[in-house]
């Protein structure tokens, strides 16, 4: 099936047969492509191999880079750029998770000639995603996230990339291990929930956010290892629904908290931001809230809370972290989303 949103540029296909769709697609931008990966993800997926019988039966000539790791850092992008600027290559395929994703679109203007890290106008050259994981949502949406370990965190690059086209099949997903499932779904359901109780929240977005929670109140039993493929189609589903809602509005505080303490205690992307989830609620519209959690299948923000927990226990912090994670939070941006709030609100949470 082809996604479509109107306001969304990215062509979504998801389906169990997607490469199907990718081999409609791969030459639309020429015939020679540089494959950006993660070290083991694409091909424990099969969806490397599958996607390279692709493009051999099409003709189209492709180099590889697979040392993108979890997190990516700047570092990294300049290594790619080094070794294949000199390519030309017409577009980036992108084959792994939101990292391998958030990097392929840095990728994309380093390989322009565009200094990534200073906003530009400027063209990146186009971008294909094949997701071996659901959470990000970074397969429909314009964010790249980076690790800035001059800074000693985790931040939005100033330019945005969506994927020209995304080729989404949830038997890619199936190799995924618990603890990576458990933390894409509380990624999702922070993505749907954060964006609706953001400033930039509206009416088609919260529709988009609701269908992830309610993909995501189907599908409870994926955090008990159930990984069948009904459950991991809809995991998959809801991380583009929620993925659409924050293309539109953004995440919140609690993404904006969780960079320090994923670079730090390299706790999951997913379940750092869950850890504020429930506490940041407090601070947001009764109605609007309940209206969430009725809509994820959780009677209130308590329980919800105890269920994140049971996955995710808050670490402990010294004076000294909250105040410095307070400072690298407050760069973040992330307050702007919320509207007013007490910065000493923020720091009591960690
Ligand atoms: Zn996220």
Redesign the pocket.
Known sequence: MQYIDADIPTKVYLSTDVMVDFKHNCTYFGRKCLIVTGKSGAAKSGALSDAIAVLKSESVEYEIFDQIEANPSVETIKLCEQLHFQSKVNYVLAIGGGSVMDAAKAICFALAGINFLVASTESPIPLMVIPTAAG?GSEITQYAILTFNELKTKASIKNLKFPDFAFCNPKYLASLDAKQVVSMYF?IS??AIESSLSVKRGPVQLGHAKTALNLLAQSRSLLNNDLSLANLFRLQLASIEAGVSISKAG?SIP?GMSYPITYNFKVP??LA?ATYLADYLQFCPENNVKDLLNAFGYNSASELKAEIHKFSPKIELSEEQKNFFTEQFQQSGKMNAHGPLDIKEVRNMW
Do not use: F, K, V
């Open positions: 990000t990624d922070c993505h995440t993404h992307h997913g931001c």
